[in-house]
Structures are given as C-alpha cells and as structure tokens.
C-alpha cells in the first residue's frame, strides 16, 4: 500500500518503483547488506548523531525527520554507513508506519558542519544514495548519471520530500547548499529553506511538534533518536529475513541492467556538466 499510494495509486508506477526498489537492494550492498544497527560500526554512527523522525505530524500529516551531527571535532563516519542507518529507518517506516503518509520534511542542522566533513564525502557512494532516494535530478543531468538509454529513471523509496529545512547555516553550508541546487528539480530547489534563526523555522513548523533543541516543546532530540535505535534493534530479525529479499538480474526479462549504467563508472560529480 505504501508504495500504492507513492506512486498516486498507478500500478505501472508502483510496478517500476518495486524494481527499483529490489534493484537498488542487489546493487548497493554497502547500504543494504548486514543491517544490525548492534553491529560496532553502526552503533558508531548512532553515538555521532541525531537522525530521528518526530513523533508528531504537522497540521496537513507530514512527517518531521531531523539529522544532526553532535560534535565538529569528529572525522567524518563513513558515507556508506551513515546511509544505511538512514534507509533502515526508511524501511522500517515503509514497513510499520500508518500516519505520516502526506510526505517528509527534512530538517538538516549544519552547526557541526565543517570543509573537512564535505571534503571527505565519497562522491561514488554519494551519487550511488542519490540514484537509492532522489526523486529529483533534473533532465539534463539524468542523460548523464544514467549513462544507458536502456535505463528508466526511477527512484526507488515511495517517500515523497516535500520540505527541506536547512538550520544554523553557516557562508560554508551556504555555498555547499547552492551548489547542490542545480543538481535538483525546480520544484525541489523551491522547498529548500535556510534560517539563521528559529524564527523563521517556526513560520513553517509549529512549535509543538518540534523537540527543545530547536525552541519546541515536544520533548528531547536524543530521546526520540534512542527510541528509534531502539526500535531498529528490535527489527534485528526482520531486516535478516529481507537480506536476501532482492532482484536477482539472470531472470530479468531482456536486458539484465547494468550497474555501470545505473551509476556512472566515473565516481566523481566533478565530470557532470550542468547546463
């Protein structure tokens, strides 16, 4: 039903959707293999950071998702685990969840952010995320990331981003924000918003669904990310039984798809040209 109601309810949708979903599960086994959040370097990045969606809905049901880094003074955990805490969360959602289905608001806090963070992001492992969740590089780029004509662009999580809200931005995070910009559709790039201040975070999130740290009343950040940590190691047996829940591409009619194609074999987003 979620992946139904994604996809507005149209079966070919949901039916290239479910592909690539299963698809992306064979192709990205740094995101999708060995997923037991007891595992020490996951628990690693569970100790480094926030990454829980809110409890509460905002008044039209969207889901509220923060993530924060807890100290600047850390190396920068690795891309690939990071990414698959977040989609263990994502799966866990898609699995369990009956509210929030109106769409996700992301609130990214950047104080912790530092150049040494952006610097040592694999941009292969990046780009190989984006391909997982992004519902929104733009045409011009598409012909590039999805090298083979062959391939039809389709992101593989039902979820739809509907906000974007970017906090405690420093000139650095500035720069990195705009130029992430033109990698995404018009339509995304307007649901992107900085604050400086909470203020203007609370024009667009009510206070009560918010946590404290960001002038809320709806509890502590670190309390509702140990929830769902929690939560995660009781999915311990769930996410064994769907390890191997995956496309298997010797019995894909026609072509098999081409993991090369999918990705790009280049690694870097230095070598896309953006129009």
């Given at each position: 039903?979620?992946f139904?109601r994604?996809c ?14 299963f ?73 369990a ?7 996700d ?61 970017v ?75 769907q ?29 896309l040209?953006?129009?």
């Amino acid at each position: 039903m979620t992946f139904l109601r994604g996809c507005k309810f149209s079966l070919e949708k949901t039916k290239r959707k479910l592909d690539m979903y299963f698809t992306m599960r064979t192709a990205c086994p740094e995101f999708f293999a060995n997923r037991d959040i007891t595992r020490p370097e996951l628990q690693h990045i569970a100790q480094l950071g926030h990454l829980p969606p809110l409890p509460g809905l905002t008044p039209d049901g969207k889901r509220i998702i923060v993530m924060r880094g807890k100290d600047k003074d850390i190396d920068t955990p690795p891309l690939g685990d990071v990414a698959k805490v977040v989609l263990m969360i994502g799966d866990v959602r898609l699995a369990a969840e009956e509210t929030g289905v109106a769409g996700d608001v992301y609130i990214l806090d950047a104080s912790v952010a530092s150049a040494s963070h952006f610097s040592k992001v694999s941009p292969s492992l990046a780009k190989k995320f984006l391909v997982c969740v992004q519902v929104s590089l733009p045409v011009s780029l598409r012909n590039v990331v999805l090298r083979s004509s062959s391939i039809q662009w389709q992101e593989a999580y039902p979820v739809k981003l509907k906000e974007v809200h970017v906090v405690n931005v420093s000139p650095l995070v500035d720069t990195i924000v705009q130029f992430v910009k033109p990698f995404l559709k018009e339509k995304i790039r307007n649901r992107i918003y900085l604050h400086s201040s909470f203020d203007t975070l609370h024009e667009k999130i009510p206070k009560d669904i918010l946590p404290e740290e960001y002038g809320g009343t709806a509890g502590k950040l670190q309390e509702f990310h140990e929830a769902w940590m929690k939560k995660l190691e009781e999915y311990g047996p769930w996410f064994r039984a769907q390890e191997d829940l995956k496309a298997d591409e010797s019995k894909r009619p026609g072509k098999p798809t081409n993991y090369d194609d999918l990705f790009g074999i280049d690694g870097s987003f230095r070598q896309l040209s953006i129009d």
